[in-house]
């Protein structure tokens, strides 16, 4: 069971990047799927969430309106997509999957080793 994280990058403020996770040995079908981010000297917090099985989402109020997610169960792959970024954005970012999203990561039991977003002003 693996969950891989990719599309970080360097990238200048208002500018805009994709994430990508992507699940090996297991499906999303049934799983909550939630995107995580740790700053330099900071908690994770949580950003996002979707359910795969209805695909309702979520946001944290930091990136409501910029920030959207989806799915593609074919590809077995959630996306990130990352619009308006801020110096404030810069972290390792994370995906998880689980039952239930809270922005604690309480829920989830796989977790990928992340992917580096800095965004510069």
């Known amino acids: 069971v693996q969950l891989v994280e990719s599309g970080g990058g360097l990238v200048q403020a208002g500018g805009s990047l994709r994430l990508s996770c992507a699940a090996f040995?297991?499906?999303?079908?049934?799983?909550?799927i939630g995107w995580f981010r740790q700053a330099p000297g900071k908690e994770r917090e949580g950003v996002s969430s979707?359910?795969?099985?209805?695909?309702?989402?979520y946001y944290e109020d930091s990136v409501k309106g910029r920030f959207t997610i989806s799915s593609d169960n074919a590809k077995n792959t959630v996306y990130l997509q990352m619009n308006s970024l801020k110096p404030e954005d810069t972290a390792v970012y994370y995906c998880a999957a689980g039952e239930f999203y809270t922005d604690y990561g309480e829920g989830m039991n796989y977790w990928g080793k992340g992917t580096l977003v800095t965004v510069s002003s």
């Open positions: 979707i359910s795969s099985s209805d695909g309702s989402t």
């Open positions: 040995g297991f499906t999303f079908d049934d799983f909550t």
